[in-house]
């Protein structure tokens, strides 16, 4: 398993390497992420002030969700699974994010164990 791991490749890291907040994700959701910053973008540029009708709460503050301020991690392998990356944005004190299509967080699960 080791040897398979070796070969494997780190998940790709799209965006602003220096943003806090990490988006996680494979398989289909890389679109629906792409989806958002586009959405995000063109919504920005209509109302000038920022995307305000979805905002990313924290502390009572709204943050404008783009390229700038996030990425995403996205994984194409998830067994075995490579956390090399996730573990460096993590350090840096990222708000990390995952992202999945089922209601038992899988993979969330899977990256909390490794």
Do not use: C
């Given at each position: ?27 289909s ?19 000038k002030?920022?995307?305000?009708n ?25 067994w ?35």
């Amino acid at each position: 398993m080791e040897t398979l791991k070796n070969a494997l490749p780190e998940p790709e890291l799209m965006g602003n390497p220096d943003a806090k907040i990490t988006i996680v994700g494979w398989g289909s959701t890389k679109m629906e992420v792409m989806d958002f910053v586009q959405k995000n973008k063109a919504e920005r540029i209509k109302n000038k002030e920022g995307f305000e009708n979805s905002p990313l709460v924290k502390g009572g503050e709204k943050t404008d969700l783009h390229w700038g301020v996030m990425n995403y991690l996205h994984y194409t392998h998830i067994w075995p699974l490579k956390v090399e990356t996730i573990k460096k944005l993590q350090k840096k004190g990222n708000r990390i994010i995952v992202m999945e299509h089922n209601m038992t967080g899988q993979l969330a699960t899977l990256i909390r164990s490794e």
